[in-house]
């Protein structure tokens, strides 16, 4: 559940205040004409991208190619919730915020609570039970083998589970009166074929899962008897857990995150507690699962630079190969640990020592030479032609995903120099590639024109858009700008013709709120997810194309009518070769009426 704040207290909050001053408490910006720049702090960066604008009150990097308003940033840069952000701003203003309750959203707020209430109590009984009672011996004695410390074992709250049956649940019964039903909900219980009620875990080590906020949202258990499976136990997918949308040890790394520029996303638990034991403090763990888009967008928060250290078996190889996709789709920079001889960063750590692995990371390799690596190895080192043409297409989707010209170019190059063939040869595969691909996208029709690249979502200078898709940018900047332009676009073109989705949706959006006395463009990311925000904060940073803006915009709905009448002229064209191969004659005429109009 949430509290509703009001729309207009959340206008009120934006309006009074003042996104230049409140980012200047988090990165120095120098004024430079109309904008302040600075470095970005979501990435990490040599020349300063970062770009707040106080009139639009928006910020946007062009580096990383994040944006938003205010309370976006305090998001990101706080990883916090919209209401907290509100909160947060409204506090410094002394903006009282009345929060409208609906029965159904208190209801489930006092469930979530009661939840993350209940783990807690569990938590501190597994902790207790570590550190006081002897039946936790073994447990204790498997953290003096691995070399875990007592205080980082409190600091990520580690704990045991007895190997009775009922251990926890009848703590949590006799002690705290909770409903056996509630500890099933959960997942801290289960009930066997006959009916037999149990705990869980039982004799294991146990890993409290705590999200970024500090709650307490799940446990991992790991076998203290080698005869036990699985090894590592999870509690099961609940309401209030999933092991995909959350990375395990994050509310301990947001901190050594920010302060390298960088994450380290590794697969277990005990990689994350012994690195952090060996200082290094800006890891984190997928919950021994292959990487998933959430965590990701998770991770986004704070970094969009990360170093993979997956175990280095075959697992690990196939869990780091789906990861690189997923995260350099998302926008990140990222590059893979290798760890030697088929050990998981945990073994090496404590085998080699904090400054052996920080020399692995130093060595890092980047997606490409990741990549072309690992197809070496699979097939051999003595590459074939057609072996080197096979490693060329497993990277090509890479090449396609990647924002700037020059680091496809220098990618291009570098794959080249490894495969020891020509980069031109590269890019010219990767020129037939991006022209396949785009051949293959499902036809768009007038209303609804399906553009998945990135590329297309929003160009950042580094690709050639065609004339529509110029007409088109340009037309909601426009608007963006004067809203006085909104009529004369709905005259020309109608209320739905962007075939760009995101481009429809912020169009949509202004022809609802630009009508109303305090509209401000910035209200506008209030409706917008993360990437429409990225992409409206880009739109609002572009200058006006040109000086005769009446003809500049009549220059653009007569660019955007031109592509509709020729889509809606192919399109009937195939009708009516349809309708002929079917001897349609009905259709053929209705058809034959339609053309004529078209023309």
């Not at 009166?177 to 801290?188: A, F, P, Q, T, V």
């Not at 065609?466 to 005259?491: C, F, H, M, R, Y």
Request: glycine share 6%; with cysteine.
């Amino acid at each position: 559940m949430r509290g509703v704040i009001p729309q207009e207290i959340i206008e009120e909050v934006r309006v009074r205040s003042d996104i230049v001053q409140v980012i200047s408490e988090y990165v120095p910006l120098k004024r430079k004409g109309k904008n302040y720049i600075g470095y970005c702090p979501f990435h990490q960066e040599k020349t300063a991208s970062f770009s707040v604008n106080r009139e639009k009150q928006i910020f946007h990097c062009f580096g990383c190619h994040t944006g938003g308003d205010i309370f976006r940033f305090l998001m990101l840069q706080e990883a916090i919730s919209f209401p907290e952000a509100v909160r947060k701003l409204a506090q410094t203003l002394n903006i009282d915020l009345p929060v409208e309750l609906d029965p159904k959203s208190l209801d489930e707020k006092r469930k979530r609570q009661a939840a993350w209430e209940i783990n807690d109590l569990a938590k501190n009984f597994y902790n207790y039970v570590l550190l006081n009672h002897k039946i936790a011996q073994p447990a204790r004695d498997y953290l003096v083998k691995r070399g875990i410390s007592h205080d980082i074992a409190q600091s990520f709250e580690l704990g045991y589970a007895p190997p009775r049956w009922d251990s926890l649940a009848l703590y949590l019964q006799k002690k705290h009166g909770i409903d056996y039903e509630k500890m099933l909900e959960l997942g801290l219980c289960a009930v066997n074929k006959s009916g037999r009620r149990y705990d869980r875990f039982r004799h294991r080590l146990i890993f409290p899962i705590i999200n970024e906020t500090g709650k307490t949202i799940g446990f991992g258990g790991r076998a203290l008897d080698e005869t036990d499976n699985p090894k590592y136990l999870n509690s099961p997918e609940t309401k209030y857990f999933n092991k995909g949308q959350t990375l395990y040890g994050l509310h301990l790394a947001r901190q050594g995150i920010r302060e390298k520029g960088f994450a380290i996303v590794m697969e277990g638990y005990m990689d994350v507690v012994t690195a952090h034991f060996a200082g290094i403090k800006n890891a984190v763990a997928s919950l021994g699962t292959s990487l998933t888009l959430e965590q990701g967008k998770l991770l986004m928060r704070y970094t969009t630079d990360v170093i993979l250290a997956y175990d280095s078996d075959q697992a690990g190889i196939k869990a780091t190969l789906r990861a690189l996709d997923i995260l350099q789709k998302l926008g990140f920079n990222v590059r893979v640990v290798t760890v030697p001889d088929g050990k998981d960063p945990d073994g090496f750590i404590r085998m080699a020592g904090t400054g052996a692995f920080e020399n692995l990371i130093e060595k890092a390799l980047d997606l490409v030479e990741y990549k072309l690596w690992q197809f070496e190895n699979s097939v051999g080192h003595n590459l074939s032609f057609a072996d080197k043409m096979n490693a060329v297409q497993t990277i090509l989707p890479n090449l396609n995903y990647m924002y700037s010209a020059v680091e496809r170019e220098e990618a291009a190059k570098k794959a080249a120099s490894l495969l020891k063939i020509s980069w031109e040869a590269i890019y010219s595969d990767f020129l037939r590639y991006k022209k396949n691909t785009e051949k293959n996208q499902q036809t768009r029709t007038n209303y609804d024109k399906n553009v998945n690249n990135k590329h297309n979502l929003i160009n950042h200078g580094q690709n050639k858009m065609d004339a529509v898709e110029k007409a088109e940018q340009g037309l909601l900047i426009l608007a963006l700008e004067n809203p006085s332009w909104v009529e004369t676009i709905k005259k020309g073109l109608g209320e739905v013709f962007f075939s760009n989705k995101e481009y429809q949706k912020i169009f949509d959006l202004l022809l609802r709120e630009s009508t109303k006395n305090d509209y401000q463009a910035s209200c506008l990311f209030s409706f917008l997810d993360d990437r429409e925000q990225n992409i409206l904060s880009y739109l609002l940073s572009k200058k006006i194309p040109g000086d005769n803006l009446v003809q500049i915009i009549s220059d653009f709905i007569i660019t955007v009518k031109r592509s509709i009448y020729k889509e809606q002229h192919e399109l009937l064209l195939k009708k009516l070769a349809e309708a002929e191969k079917n001897n349609d004659r009905e259709s053929l005429s209705q058809i034959l009426q339609e053309l004529q109009k078209s023309y």
